[in-house]
């Protein structure tokens, strides 16, 4: 057996370590833009504690759509999704809601969606973005009850895809 000198030990371990760990690609939103590949769909996701909201665009990136509200289970169910959807939808990128509070700050959440995007970006290596989401959810509903005269139950069903599109909508016609 050939022992390696201490450095060169160090050196391989930390060359394999990083094999293992992908780049994350937080991006800018100019930056994202150019990232995302022509021709695939861009995800919107509107992160909760107990729910995903997640809307698609269209591939030129005008139009976001909703798709579904996914009940949050274990990191590692939740990301076996995501990676169903990027296949099957063509995605080529993420952007979530930044949940910013009214005077500018970041909060706890702001945290969690930060953890969560870092978690997601290791595993599912797209570019990703985030896009203030402040009102998303109460303008949301605003125009549920107002317009839609929808029951509070059906509203809870749909809230969060629909918040995922204003998000994404939001997104799109600033970088439009």
């Known amino acids: 057996m050939i022992r390696l000198p201490r450095a060169s030990r160090q050196d391989l371990f930390f060359a394999e370590f990083n ?9 800018t939103s100019e930056n994202f833009i150019q990232a995302v590949p022509q021709g695939k769909r861009i995800m919107g996701l509107d ?3 107990k729910t995903v909201g997640i809307a ?5 990136h005008m139009v976001a759509s909703p798709l579904e509200t996914l009940h949050r289970k274990k990191f590692k169910a939740d ?4 990676q169903e959807i ?6 080529g990128g993420f952007v979530l809601g930044m949940p910013i509070s009214m005077d500018g700050s970041e909060g706890p959440r702001c945290q969690s969606t930060r953890a969560f995007a870092r978690n997601l970006t290791e595993i599912i290596d797209l570019p990703t973005t ?3 989401e402040r009102m998303s959810t109460q ?3 605003r125009v549920l009850i107002n317009d839609a005269d929808m ?8 809230i969060d895809k629909l918040a995922a599109v204003y998000i994404l909508q939001g997104f799109l016609d600033r970088v439009g």
């Not at 094999?19 to 991006?27: G, N, Q, R």
């Not at 990027?86 to 995605?91: A, F, N, P």
């Not at 029951?151 to 749909?158: F, L, Q, V």
């Open 151 to 158: 029951t509070r139950k059906r509203r809870g069903e749909i």
């Open 56 to 60: 698609l665009s269209d591939v030129l």
């Open 86 to 91: 990027v296949t099957e939808h063509e995605v």
């Open 130 to 132: 985030y896009q203030d």
């Open 19 to 27: 094999s293992y760990i992908k780049t994350m690609s937080i991006l």
């Open 139 to 141: 303008a949301v509903e």
């Open 47 to 49: 992160v909760g504690s």
């Open 79 to 82: 990301i076996l999704r995501f």
